[in-house]
């Protein structure tokens, strides 16, 4: 009778472990189901880079030729969904397609949405102690590693000299300016890296910390910022150790 018993209780927490994990798998599956929804719904608003045809052959050149052709971003319409948005980041041919807010911390948007609603996905955001026009010296984007790809899971395919290769470089549209991610640097980083720091005591400090940056980069690249460039940093979690960070480092270039 006492064997009996065990094996009934033994059974029935099998089956509660059982189903609290499938009630587990069913919540994140949800949460990326949510996420995915909203994000998608607010690409709405950004149009999709298009190649312009030009009818005059006589003006063609190899300046239109290079011209970077941009999303275009009904940032009145954003702005009104969200007062905290301040850019609209975007990579072809990766899911990085996304709104950028800025808030007075940054906990809040890790578990909120674009649309104010909690989920694990969260926004891509500007850390808090930047300005949010994007005139520092280190301007700093962070986005979650999501299992499903989503948000800035990407950026750590820089590990792999082929994907920058392939994506060298990043839009960022503003309602003021918009400007080209000219990608130099990628590395994994713990997060009592320097990798984050906002503002130099001078310029040989600057060039030091460019310097270090590019020494532990997993890629190659041709760019090298200048005494003036304003710089971007892009960090997300990577897995390598406790609390690891990929960071994705470029030069902020504006378009004319």
Same mark, same amino acid.
């Given at each position: 009778?006492?064997?009996?018993?065990?094996?009934?209780?033994?059974?029935?927490?099998? !089956?509660? /472990?059982?189903?609290?994990?499938?009630?587990?798998?069913? +919540?994140?599956?949800?949460?990326?189901? $949510?996420?995915?929804? /909203?994000?998608?719904?607010?690409?709405?608003?950004?149009?999709?880079?298009?190649?312009?045809?030009?009818?005059?052959?006589?003006?063609?050149?190899? *300046?239109?030729?290079?011209?970077?052709?941009?999303?275009?971003? *009904?940032?009145?319409?954003? +702005?009104?969904?969200?007062?905290?948005?301040?850019?609209?980041?975007?990579?072809?041919?990766?899911?990085?397609?996304? #709104?950028?807010?800025? @808030?007075?911390?940054? !906990?809040?948007?890790?578990?909120?949405?674009?649309?104010?609603?909690?989920?694990?996905?969260?926004?891509?955001?500007?850390?808090?102690?930047?300005?949010?026009?994007?005139?520092?010296?280190?301007?700093?984007?962070?986005?979650?590693?999501?299992?499903?790809?989503?948000?800035?899971?990407?950026?750590?395919?820089? +590990?792999?000299?082929?994907?920058?290769?392939?994506? #060298? *470089?990043?839009?960022?549209? !503003?309602?003021?300016?918009?400007?080209?991610?000219?990608?130099?640097?990628? @590395? /994994?980083?713990?997060?009592?890296?320097?990798?984050?720091?906002?503002?130099?005591? $001078?310029?040989?400090?600057?060039?030091?910390?460019?310097?270090?940056?590019?020494?532990? $980069?997993?890629?190659?690249? #041709?760019?090298?910022?200048?005494?003036?460039?304003?710089?971007?940093?892009?960090?997300?979690? $990577?897995?390598?150790?406790?609390?690891?960070?990929?960071?994705?480092?470029?030069?902020?270039? #504006?378009?004319?």
């Amino acid at each position: 009778m006492k064997k009996k018993l065990i094996g009934t209780i033994l059974t029935l927490l099998c !089956t509660g /472990v059982v189903a609290f994990s499938g009630w587990q798998v069913y +919540k994140i599956m949800s949460e990326y189901q $949510s996420g995915e929804k /909203v994000y998608l719904e607010l690409e709405e608003y950004v149009s999709p880079p298009t190649e312009e045809k030009n009818t005059d052959h006589q003006t063609e050149s190899s *300046e239109s030729e290079n011209k970077t052709i941009l999303p275009v971003v *009904e940032f009145e319409k954003l +702005k009104s969904i969200n007062n905290d948005f301040v850019a609209w980041i975007y990579c072809e041919g990766t899911a990085i397609n996304y #709104p950028v807010v800025h @808030y007075k911390d940054n !906990t809040y948007y890790l578990k909120h949405m674009f649309d104010g609603s909690y989920n694990s996905a969260g926004c891509i955001f500007l850390d808090c102690r930047n300005s949010s026009d994007f005139t520092d010296e280190n301007n700093i984007i962070y986005g979650h590693h999501m299992k499903n790809n989503s948000m800035f899971s990407s950026i750590t395919k820089y +590990k792999q000299q082929a994907y920058y290769d392939e994506h #060298p *470089e990043l839009l960022l549209m !503003t309602p003021e300016q918009n400007f080209k991610i000219e990608l130099f640097s990628g @590395y /994994v980083a713990n997060v009592e890296d320097e990798a984050w720091q906002l503002i130099f005591d $001078s310029e040989e400090d600057r060039a030091v910390w460019i310097e270090r940056t590019i020494e532990k $980069s997993t890629f190659n690249s #041709p760019v090298i910022p200048a005494a003036t460039d304003k710089i971007i940093t892009l960090s997300t979690c $990577s897995y390598e150790f406790d609390n690891a960070r990929y960071v994705l480092t470029g030069v902020l270039t #504006p378009i004319e």
